[in-house]
């Protein structure tokens, strides 16, 4: 089984910038298309950015111009750096990984988020 862990979340003012961290590990084949998300309280999760393992990135019209994805294959993490952070950046944000495993094969897996806070 595939473990996703989120790391970078923090307090910024906004303006200011993050840098998410997301490390795969676990029994893997293989990582297709990994992503970010979020989700406000109160809202639905809702796409951030994803990118395959090509490196062909697609952003939400939100985010686009601030916020960039990334991946190192080698080290099966993904990155989502945020500049210019906005008050509604706020948010849990998660990483998604579509991967294929060993056992039971391709599935998408889950972080269990981290906590992003942007003060006016």
């Known amino acids: 089984q595939v473990q996703l862990v989120e790391s970078g979340g923090g307090l910024v003012q906004a303006g200011g910038s993050l840098r998410l961290s997301c490390a795969a590990s676990?029994?893997?084949?293989?990582?297709?298309?990994m992503g970010w998300y979020r989700q406000a309280p109160g809202k639905q999760r809702e796409l951030v950015a994803t990118?395959?393992?090509?490196?062909?990135?697609n952003y939400a019209d939100s985010v686009k111009g601030r916020f960039t994805i990334s991946r190192d294959n080698a080290k099966n993490t993904v990155y989502l750096q945020m500049n210019s952070l906005k008050p509604e950046d706020t948010a849990v944000y998660y990483c998604?990984?579509?991967?294929?495993?060993?056992?039971?094969?391709?599935?998408?897996?889950w972080g269990q988020g981290t906590q992003v806070t942007v003060s006016s």
């Open positions: 998604n990984a579509d991967v294929s495993e060993t056992t039971p094969g391709r599935i998408y897996r």
């Open positions: 676990g029994s893997i084949s293989r990582i297709n298309a």
């Open positions: 990118i395959t393992s090509g490196g062909s990135t």
